[in-house]
């Protein structure tokens, strides 16, 4: 069964804090992404990784920053937490290539407070 | 212009209803759709594909209109289980490591 499984989720920590949000899958998949969502945002693109040590910024990728060392992890780190990084964190994994390839995987979420 | 745009509702109906919501995307050139659920506080998770002109699986049924640029996700006899939000989802074309666009959602909610 495909599974892909982040490390915390409820977090909370204080301004100024450094942050790791850590998320793992087991299905070998080369894509991952992860996003943020907000109530009447929907879900908005941090980063997303095509494959190891490989990194594309999505639409709001300021305040993050992402690691990407082994196939099956992808971490999203927050350098300097502030309060409005508060919010649901998704990472959510897929095969490269189109049409059916296209299905994305997600995590359970992390949800974040900053205080 | 959004990308993607879905009715945020919410669409309240009784059970056994029939309900139907649908979502436009500005890409004339897309060529595959998803739509998922999402429950309170859970992760979205796959609903239903489409590739060509639809899709049926149960009492859910999507179809996709390209002239005019929407899906649509029907369904039928609602339980009070389908109550979420459905998310509609297109992959950005031309394809790019499936990068992709989100709706905000549309939330249902089915009342005994």
């Known amino acids: 069964d495909v599974k892909v499984t982040q490390s915390s989720r409820y977090l909370v920590k204080r301004t100024g804090e450094k942050v790791f949000l850590e998320c793992v899958q087991d299905?070998?998949?080369?894509?991952m992404f992860w996003y943020r969502q907000d109530p009447g945002l929907g879900l908005r693109l941090i980063y997303f990784?095509?494959?190891?040590?490989?990194?594309e910024k999505g639409d709001i990728p300021e305040g993050y920053s992402v690691s990407r060392e082994k196939k099956e992890r992808f971490s999203l780190i927050l350098e300097s937490a502030s309060t409005n990084q508060t919010s649901m964190y998704l990472c959510?994994?897929?095969?490269?290539?189109?049409?059916?390839?296209?299905?994305?995987?997600f995590g359970a979420g992390t949800r974040l407070s900053v205080l | 212009r959004k990308e993607v745009e879905q009715d945020p509702g919410p669409f309240n109906v009784p059970e056994g209803a029939t309900v139907a919501f649908n979502c436009t995307y500005s890409?004339?050139?897309?060529?595959?759709f998803f739509w998922y659920r999402q429950d309170c506080r859970k992760e979205p998770k796959l609903l239903m594909s489409?590739?060509?002109s639809g899709n049926e699986d149960g009492r859910f049924t999507a179809q996709l209109n390209r002239a005019s640029q929407y899906i649509s996700l029907l369904i039928r006899d609602s339980k009070l289980s389908d109550s979420a939000t459905y998310l509609c989802?297109?992959?950005?074309?031309?394809?790019?490591?499936?990068?992709?666009?989100f709706g905000s959602g549309t939330k249902l909610n089915v009342k005994p």
């Open positions: 299905m070998d998949h080369e894509n």
């Open positions: 990784s095509y494959d190891v040590k490989m990194k």
């Open positions: 489409v590739y060509s």
């Open positions: 890409n004339s050139a897309s060529q595959s």
């Open positions: 959510a994994s897929s095969l490269p290539g189109q049409g059916a390839k296209n299905i994305q995987y």
């Open positions: 989802v297109v992959p950005q074309v031309p394809y790019n490591f499936n990068k992709f666009y």
